[in-house]
């Protein structure tokens, strides 16, 4: 059964300091691998989007790196602000013919502290 | 530029009754997807269409739960009759492309955070 795995399950930094959050899975055949950003009340909002041959992505402060050998996925935040407390959430997507088939990872709670 | 609407953000009902979740996708947007997220288990996907079309339902709990696209700008999720257990923020997303449009991100909306007592 395919599967994601996130750690840790939440996490507390102080304002300005770097942290990174991971995501393991076993979703077979590798499509994508997306982190979303889910503010509270509020629906996910994609951040980055990882694919076979890629290692790793940047997108402003937030840096993803994928190993597919290892089938690991990291998110690492830089300078953290306030306004990054958020749930992350990782989703691998199975290749499938043409269809859409995601699995979801349950998501880091990140808070920071000002 | 409007995002994926999503109507009420917030229904109480009592269990037995039928509760409808509506959506209005992204204009231009051809795929459209429902999620439930809970504490518990995350998010799930519980059904998505291409073009209109239902394309995989597997993720639909139950026979009390049913989809709908009319057209390409609208879309309903009802429960019918609803249970506690059903209680959740429900959620709608939308994409362009269609299948595994994977350099194509989903826009979700706010979601309906749904009660049953």
């Known amino acids: 059964k395919n599967q994601v795995e996130q750690s840790p399950q939440s996490l507390i930094i102080l304002e300005g300091k770097n942290c990174t959050l991971q995501?393991?899975?076993?979703?077979?055949?590798?499509?994508?691998l997306r982190w979303y950003k889910q503010d509270t009340g509020r629906g996910p909002v994609s951040l980055t989007i990882?694919?076979?041959?890629?290692n790793t992505k940047s997108n402003g402060r937030y840096t993803a790196t994928l190993d597919a050998d290892t089938k690991q996925s990291s998110l690492h935040i830089t300078a953290s602000q306030l306004s990054d407390s958020a749930s992350y959430i990782c989703v691998v997507s199975e290749a499938s013919g043409g269809s859409y088939i995601p699995t979801f990872g349950r998501g880091t709670s990140l808070i920071v502290h000002p | 530029d409007a995002g994926v609407i999503q109507s009420p953000r917030h229904e109480v009902t009592e269990m037995g009754q039928e509760v409808t979740l509506r959506c209005k996708p992204i204009?231009?947007?051809?795929?459209l997807f429902w999620y439930r997220q809970t504490m518990m288990r995350g998010l799930e996907l519980l059904i998505y269409?291409?073009?209109?079309?239902?394309?995989?339902d597997s993720g639909m709990p139950e026979d009390r739960f049913s989809a709908k696209m009319p057209n390409a700008s609208f879309s309903t999720l009802k429960i019918q009759p609803s249970e506690p257990r059903d209680s959740a923020v429900y959620f709608c997303?939308?994409?362009?492309?269609?299948?595994?449009?994977?350099?194509?991100?989903?826009?979700f909306g706010d979601g309906t955070r749904l009660s049953i007592l």
């Open positions: 997303a939308s994409r362009s492309g269609t299948g595994d449009s994977w350099d194509q991100p989903q826009h």
């Open positions: 269409f291409n073009n209109n079309v239902p394309i995989d």
């Open positions: 204009s231009g947007h051809n795929s």
């Open positions: 990882m694919t076979f041959s890629e």
């Open positions: 995501c393991n899975y076993t979703v077979s055949p590798f499509s994508n």
